[in-house]
């Protein structure tokens, strides 16, 4: 594995990784040009086991040696000092092993859905620590898949591949247009869409029936506005968790996974 040293925080070469924590600049960078960031070995190894294809690796310059066993290919592996690398990427990279991967394509609603016996439905959750959270939970409580509506946050962004622990690879997602008219789509595959929402009138999410947690999409909305009137209407059952001490509803990556946990309790493991 021949490894290229690096000097200069502006090289070329390391393009991919510049002002890493400049949300509007990843955002409008790594979806078109079809890339984004791993960071720290555990999620770079997952990302190669789910099959993406890496383009770069750049690493502390004294852990090159975790990297020895992978098969990087025609992916070439940079090196740099710490403060080299806190200078091209715009923060201390603490766990030293960065990675530039190719995306693969998004497979359809219809593909993933008729494959699916559980998903859940994500409108406007747009903090991708969230997002993270939310993909790290399904993926641990047995749901098949998410679908995001078209204001969603990227689940490959580098803070949200962080917090899922490399977990977005692991379940499948796809884009849910338009918005929320798509949730008939969802409906018509044989699925009962669960709104979630603290609203006093809301079904308690354990008193749902036999029928209705048969095939669940579970929907949530963003943090704080909740979910949109519109996609309420177009759902199936308003469902609520329970709350007591007066506390009003749960931050949405704790809903998702108490939700999903519940729908789940019953699968055998």
């Given amino acids: 594995m021949p ?7 502006d090289d070329d070469r390391i393009a991919d990784y510049r002002a890493l924590t400049d949300v509007e600049l990843r955002t ?4 078109p040009h079809g890339l984004f960031i791993a960071e720290g ?8 086991r789910a099959g993406y294809p890496p383009r770069s690796f750049l690493v502390d310059a004294k852990r090159v040696d975790q990297l020895a066993d992978l098969d990087t290919g025609d992916a070439p592996v940079y090196a740099a000092t710490p403060d080299v690398l806190e200078r091209a990427t715009g923060f201390h990279v603490h766990r030293g092993v960065l ?9 359809s609603p219809a593909d993933l859905l ?7 439905i994500l409108e406007d959750v747009n903090n991708h620590t969230n997002l993270g959270a939310i993909f790290r939970a399904v993926a641990a409580l047995g749901v098949d898949g998410v679908l995001l509506s078209p204001s969603c946050a990227d689940p490959l962004y580098r803070r949200s591949v962080r917090v899922s622990m490399g977990e977005v690879f692991a379940v499948p997602y796809a884009k849910l247009e338009p918005w929320p008219d798509g949730l008939a789509q969802v409906r018509a595959a044989g699925f009962t869409v669960l709104a979630m929402t603290p609203a006093p009138d ?13 095939r669940a999409a579970l929907l949530l909305g963003a943090e704080g506005p909740g979910l949109s009137r519109a996609a309420q209407a177009a759902s199936d059952v308003r469902v609520v968790i329970p709350m007591r001490r007066n506390v009003d509803s749960l931050n949405v990556a704790a809903a998702t996974a108490v939700a999903c946990w519940e729908l789940g309790r019953d699968d055998p493991l």
């Fill in 202 to 214: 809301a079904v308690p999410i354990q008193r749902l029936t036999t029928g209705q947690r048969a």
């Fill in 99 to 107: 990675a530039s991967f190719r995306r693969l394509p998004l497979p």
């Fill in 3 to 9: 490894v290229h040293q690096i000097t200069d925080p």
């Fill in 114 to 120: 008729a494959t699916a016996r559980r998903v859940v």
């Fill in 41 to 48: 070995e555990l999620v770079l190894r997952r990302a190669l």
């Fill in 28 to 31: 409008r960078w790594e979806p």
